[in-house]
């Protein structure tokens, strides 16, 4: 019996929104980006940051051409900008169960040499800790896919015209050869070394 074929993510309509939207994030919440040329190119990636605001994937999605198939949760597909989030190529996770087809969809994009766009935090920090605990989601899909890991760092207020936004891009790195507790403990230390650089800059502007 042949093997049923995969559904492909959408990406005309991803484009299509990146285009005419990204001018207008970028105008309104005038964001300040160092290390965008850090996000490979090609092949298999996972770029993963701090989440602070509903608007975070935005400031990966304005500062790449490859498309980036972004993990959301469950809710945003039961309302009605469902349509927005299906256009856009977002990946549907259950999180109040161990969403094994959602995890399916996003190593099959890895796999195919694709972009996946998540938050180890699982969930926006909106407590007064630095970051919150990751979840092993990111590390465990590099290491079954051979895929980079970028991680992002976002400091600063989504405000118009902010004065403070800005994103850190890190160098892409592997974790192959290690344990998912120490490549979990990695990821979080360069994605708040580049959240400090942030807040340092914006010290540093007072």
Request: hydrophobic share 40%; aromatic share 10%.
């Amino acid at each position: 019996m042949p093997k049923e074929k995969k559904k492909k993510l959408p990406q005309r309509g991803y484009k299509f929104l990146r285009g005419v939207l990204g001018p207008i994030f970028k105008f309104w919440y005038n964001p300040k980006v160092y290390g965008a040329e850090n996000i490979p190119l090609d092949g298999p990636v996972l770029i993963t940051a701090n989440h602070k605001h509903v608007m975070d994937q935005c400031s990966m999605i304005v500062n790449t051409k490859r498309v980036i198939h972004y993990m959301a949760k469950k809710e945003y597909f039961d309302g009605k900008l469902a349509w927005f989030f299906t256009m856009a190529g977002c990946i549907s996770v259950n999180r109040s169960i161990h969403d094994d087809t959602a995890k399916e969809a996003a190593l099959d994009v890895l796999k195919d040499g694709g972009a996946i766009g998540l938050f180890p935090e699982g969930t926006r920090n909106k407590t007064d800790a630095f970051l919150l605990p990751f979840k092993f989601g990111a590390v465990s899909m590099a290491q079954k896919t051979n895929a980079y890991l970028v991680p992002v760092g976002i400091s600063g207020d989504y405000k118009f015209r902010s004065k403070n936004l800005r994103i850190y891009i890190g160098k892409p790195f592997k974790v192959n050869d290690m344990t998912l507790e120490k490549a979990n403990e990695k990821l979080a230390k360069e994605i708040g070394i580049l959240m400090k650089k942030g807040i340092k800059e914006n010290e540093k502007k007072k």
